[in-house]
């Protein structure tokens, strides 16, 4: 069973790449707030 992070991901940049697209780009919670690894967020 999986537990989520406590914690948000940190360093969140969005980016525009056009006129309907963005990036987004994140650093991942603390180690300590992680919990397990990390497989994606929705």
């Known amino acids: 069973m999986s537990v ?3 914690a948000p991901p940190e ?3 969005i ?3 056009n006129a309907s697209a963005l990036v987004a780009r994140w650093k ?3 180690a300590r707030h992680q919990n397990g690894i990390i497989l994606g967020y929705q």
């Open 15 to 17: 980016t525009p790449v």
């Open 28 to 30: 991942p919670p603390p």
């Open 4 to 6: 989520v992070p406590s």
């Open 11 to 13: 360093v969140l940049d």
